[in-house]
């Protein structure tokens, strides 16, 4: 997951895009539902940022093999994992406020 882990973040966002345009109940090519892939993401976005902090610690306690850069990079991925994640659920709250406002 850490080689994949930005890019295979952000191709699980467009098929959330993707699929909030379909039907609600409907179920997308893959067989799985807008609430699955948006939980993979969540928790993709979670071990990016549990694995930022076990690297960040080892290198603060000083092990050998962590390099400094190597712990930038895993804290780079972790923090645009989550902006993107930010981002989807804004866009999500602003799409149902204006569903709400929309008159009957």
Known sequence: MDKLGANQLLQNMQQLIE???AQPNQK????TNFQEIF???LSQVNQLQ???????????RG?????????MMAVQKANVSFEAVLQVRNRLVSAYQEIMNMPI
């Open 19 to 21: 699929q909030s345009q």
């Open 28 to 31: 997308a090519e893959g067989g």
């Open 39 to 41: 939980s993979s993401a």
């Open 50 to 60: 549990v694995n930022a902090g076990q690297m960040t610690e080892s290198f603060e």
């Open 63 to 71: 092990d050998p093999g962590i390099e400094l850069s190597d712990v």
